[in-house]
């Protein structure tokens, strides 16, 4: 039905939103800017909207446009623009805009159409994305016709105008058509309102009487769409407009404004040679070019960014154009007071320093404002820095006062304040070395200045660059220079905003893919209302509860230019803790590469919000702590003779759904001051299909399972996990009842063996010989050392690290390897099974005195396989453990490898992913095939290899979702290789610890 409303307060209205129509372009987002704005899965208009905005295209914009469509054909449908509105052409007219031009990246992804209904004498203007619209609401939308041949009249060729908006009095999208008289909005005549239609979330239409445009001679259009992201404005989309400005999904709301400081014209690139560049563009008679004289740089210009970059490129240079952007910083601290330091203590600061206390040679780019380096307190923990908020690069004096603003000062202080030294205030960072780099001051930050300081600080030795500013705007350049540095092994930390009062909506440079986006926390652990919420929101740390005025009770002291201290809050306050956390991650383990320090402060952080990652504190609050614990982790390995430590069948009962049971760990034979566990964890009798996950006590719980099982099955795996707070492991059940016994085969501490990874070979294979199958309450022995053609050495083995796999029982039964030398056997076992199965489990055994395993079976006739993948001595690498991190996923394309098919042998990254270092020897991941198409089995074998080893590290049965531990020597490039043998499998690697 049609919306009807006075046409008095409709001319009003529109006369609003034209106002602007014919003025300057506004500069906004150009078709180099990746979209960012999270598509509406229910788009519909709501009643916040504003009733009426204007997109903002200029009437020179449209005369080219118009100039353009005349002498050009559509892509599709009719070649005859020019027809009598009497004598519509047969067939109907139809064209279909989709950048004919080529100089729109942003047509490629939406289509405009204009469409004449011959019998109805009805004109319709759909528009499709080929994506869901970024806008959760159509806001307005502007179709510009040219329907004479003269293109002067109207208002720069401009005879009538078609202007929808939401009407947010009568809550329905309504269109105005105007007859445009001149260019004075308020002039022009309403002659019709018509129903704006939306068929889905990725098209609306507009249609009108044609009529209503009189006799029509000659048909061009041009057109744009505005709409809103949450309750912020989008500026339009522009088509096809000659214009260079395009932002198709792209979110351009509340602080994305274009900088202008220091007389640089809007838009920049950076390039090799800034200064050939410049030449080039000046030759071409592009205005206002500004170059840098370092190389890389900025070149500045004020002309039309599309000819530009035209220019660039046929004087081959690549460039990449986008506007300058304007930051800002996300807090500046106030009202010098002096407190306690709660933020320290809160993320562990003092026993994170009993590990280490970083390490002079690391060094973090504090991206900011400049600093004091005249402030005591930062005597002596500056390196020489750079500045790039003048018209060209200079080098920052640290020796003196830079810093205008007292924010870098105030960052600065939190990553690498001198500690220990009597003067004001620690720093979690203590011994780690700051380098400023000035990228902004009073008014803001550029984004060619934010690009440079990333690419300046990265190729001038950071290890961590903290960047405490932001804004929802992305910049093409700037994305690519966190590219940059993330390719040379920096870890990016961003702030992710103080303005959730704005709603749920990125912020950048935090919202970059691989930035790690820190939001806030009180003294209390409790989100801060004013920290930015969203998905992409990684980690919290604290920032401070925002007080008016602040007190060092509830917010952060910092260092002051000038001297002394102030008190302020943000996320601005957040981001360089965790920026300093990874300054000593980096000091206790050189080898760590960025993605894995980035992992383990996530991994380690304490989850303070709902369980798991949410969209206020994402995976929990920075635990300086455990990170650096868990990386300092070095542990020799202690065997045990198998022993019973957990059977909930009679004690403590079945763990029920979503249960999670501490379990003691520590005592007895295990010291308190064990790292790790080794255990072999046994699923019996579940009541439903489930999965069970152990992780260390007082850790968050992971994404990763250790153990998944179907109703009623008795399966094991053996399990590596560190020890939590209070010596304890905690065990999660995820769904129905399921009882769990726990054998406890070995643990890691400071003294023991250490362990020497081999490819797999098999040492034991009953089908090949005598003396054939095992029988019931059979027991064996097996030779270990000297084993496997050499690959266990003869003599000083005091364990071995066995893939056992039982083939085809007659009946169900459970096998139990244990020391030749043990008196009886343990009341435990290593693998279970029902009858006709091939189930494998990775075994940890100590070898006895005469370099002997006893492998037992207790019931009816089994085959049994023995794939040796390393051994222990008093020679060879330490274990690190590792919270569960998931490196593969081949169902959603984690580790970049997809679904596996018959004979695939697919190579995967484990040194330098999920807190494991580069140059390690081993690694030690939970492996889980998950719904086979067939019977098969996988193998996971050094990269480097010479060819696949006649071992499996996982046998499994059609249809079936079944897990087991592997222990793999890593190949030289750092990676390892996983073989499928039949059918098509998906598969998923939690890399659980790693050996040097």
């Known amino acids: 039905m049609r919306s009807v409303f006075a046409r008095r307060s409709v001319v009003a209205s529109i006369a609003v939103l034209v106002a602007a129509l014919f003025a300057p372009n506004v500069p906004h987002a150009t078709a180099a800017t990746a979209p960012t704005a999270a598509a509406s899965q229910t788009p519909a208009p709501s009643a916040h909207d504003a009733p009426w905005r204007a997109p903002n295209i200029d009437g020179t914009a449209a005369q080219r446009a118009f100039e353009r469509a005349s002498s050009a054909q559509p892509s599709t449908g009719s070649s005859n623009h020019q027809f009598q509105s009497a004598n519509p052409p047969s067939p109907c007219y139809y064209s279909l805009w989709s950048d004919p031009q080529g100089d729109a990246p942003e047509l490629d992804v939406v289509s405009y159409g204009a469409l004449y209904d011959c019998s109805n004498g009805m004109w319709t203007f759909p528009v499709t994305t080929h994506d869901a619209w970024a806008s959760s609401e159509l806001d307005t939308y502007l179709v510009q016709f040219e329907t004479d041949g003269n293109l002067t009249d109207g208002c720069n060729g401009t005879d009538y105008a078609l202007i929808g908006g939401w009407d947010a009095q009568h809550g329905n999208l309504t269109a105005g058509i105007f007859r445009v008289t001149d260019c004075t909005p308020a002039d022009w005549p309403l002659l019709s309102l018509e129903p704006i239609t939306r068929a889905n979330n990725s098209q609306v239409s507009m249609a009108m009487p044609n009529s209503a445009i009189g006799g029509v001679s000659h048909f061009l259009w041009t057109g744009a769409i505005a709409g809103k992201t949450e309750a912020q404005s989008q500026l339009e989309d522009d088509f096809p407009d000659g214009n260079t400005g395009h932002s198709e999904d792209g979110y351009l709301g509340t602080g994305c404004t274009v900088g202008q400081d220091f007389g640089l014209s809007k838009s920049y690139t950076i390039v090799d040679n800034p200064q050939a560049a410049a030449a080039a563009l000046q030759a071409a008679g592009q205005p206002g070019v500004i170059a840098d004289q370092s190389r890389p740089g900025a070149v500045h210009f004020a002309g039309d960014p599309t000819h530009a970059g035209a220019v660039l490129a046929g004087a081959g240079i690549a460039a990449n154009i986008s506007q300058d952007l304007q930051r800002h910083f996300q807090s500046t601290p106030n009202d010098t007071d002096f407190g306690q330091q709660w933020s320290l203590p809160k993320v562990g600061a003092p026993q994170a320093w009993d590990v280490t206390t970083g390490s002079p040679s690391v060094i973090v780019g504090d991206l900011d404002s ?28 640290i020796a003196t006062n830079t810093d205008t603003v007292g924010h870098g000062t105030a960052t600065a202080g939190l990553i690498g304040a001198a500690t220990n030294n009597t003067l004001d205030v620690a720093s979690l960072g203590y011994s780690t070395m700051v380098m400023p780099v000035k990228v902004g001051d009073a008014n ?23 960047m405490s500013y932001g804004s929802p705007c992305t910049d093409s350049n700037e994305s690519a220079a966190v590219t940059y540095a993330q390719n040379h092994g920096v870890l990016l930390v961003a702030s992710a905003g103080n303005e959730a009062q704005q709603g749920d909506r990125p912020d950048y440079p935090a919202a970059y893919p691989g930035v790690l986006s820190v939001g806030a926390t009180d003294a209390n652990n409790n989100w801060a209302t004013y920290s930015n919420f969203g998905s992409y929101v990684d980690m919290a740390a604290p920032g401070g509860l925002g007080e008016n005025p602040p007190t060092a009770a509830n917010d952060i002291l910092v260092l002051a230019p000038g001297g002394g201290t102030a008190v302020g809050a943000g996320t601005s306050f957040s981001a360089p803790l965790v920026s300093a956390a990874g300054a000593l991650l980096a000091a206790v383990n050189p080898n760590l590469t960025a993605t894995s320090m980035r992992s383990l402060l996530m991994d380690t952080a304490t989850d303070v919000g709902p369980a798991g990652r949410d969209a206020t504190t994402g995976v929990g609050v920075l635990n300086a702590a455990l990170a650096v614990q868990t990386a300092a982790a070095r542990s020799k390995f202690n065997p045990l003779p198998p022993t019973r430590i957990l059977d909930t069948r009679n004690n403590g009962g079945p763990l029920g759904a979503s249960q999670t049971r501490q379990v003691q760990v520590t005592g007895g034979s295990v010291p308190s001051n064990a790292s790790a566990v080794i255990m072999n964890v046994t699923a019996v009798e579940p009541t439903a299909g489930s999965y069970l996950t152990v992780f260390p006590s007082g850790a968050n719980q992971p994404l990763a399972s250790n153990l998944n099982f179907s109703p009623g099955q008795i399966i094991p795996n053996l399990v590596v996990v560190r020890v939590g707070s209070g010596g304890n492991v905690s065990l999660y059940n995820a769904v129905g009842n399921v009882n769990v016994i726990l054998d406890l085969v070995g643990w890691y501490g400071d003294t023991g063996d250490s362990f020497t990874a081999v490819t797999p070979t098999r040492i034991l294979d009953t089908r090949n010989g005598p003396p054939g199958k095992l029988t019931a309450g059979e027991t064996r022995a097996v030779q270990i050392e000297g084993a496997g053609n050499g690959a266990i050495p003869a003599t000083g083995v005091t364990a071995a690290v066995i893939n056992v796999t039982a083939v085809e029982p007659s009946a169900g039964s459970y096998l139990t390897v244990y020391p030749s030398d043990a008196t009886t056997p343990p009341t435990a076992s290593n693998l279970n099974f029902p009858p006709g199965v091939i189930i494998p489990n990775l075994v940890v055994v100590k070898v006895g005195s005469d370099g002997k395993v006893n492998l037992y079976n207790a019931q009816g006739n089994v085959d049994v396989l023995f794939d040796v993948v390393g051994y222990y001595s008093s020679t060879g690498s330490s274990f690190s453990p590792l919270p569960p991190h ?84 890593v190949g030289s490039d750092g990676k390892v290789k996983l073989y499928n043998a039949q059918g098509t499998v998906d598969v998923i690697f939690d890399v659980v610890g790693w050996f040097t």
């Open 370 to 397: 400049g600093v004091d380096g005249t402030h005591p307190d930062l005597a002596g923990k500056l390196v020489p820095g750079e500045d790039f908020t003048g018209s060209s690069p200079a080098a920052l004096n």
């Open 444 to 466: 803001g930050v550029l984004a060619s200045s934010s690009t440079a300081g990333i690419m300046w600080a990265t190729d001038h030795g950071a290890k961590v660059i903290n």
């Open 886 to 969: 998931r490196v593969l996923d081949t169902r959603d394309g984690t580790g970049g490898v997809g679904r596996l098919g018959a004979g695939d042998t697919k190579t995967v990254q484990v040194a330098g992913v999920g807190g494991t270092p580069t140059g390690i020897s081993a690694v030690v991941l939970n492996v889980t095939a998950v719904q086979p198409s067939t019977g098969s089995f996988l193998t996971v074998y050094p990269s480097d290899a010479a060819s696949l080893p006649t071992a499996s590290n996982l046998n499994f049965p059609p249809g079936a979702i079944i897990p087991n531990l592997v222990v793999v020597k």
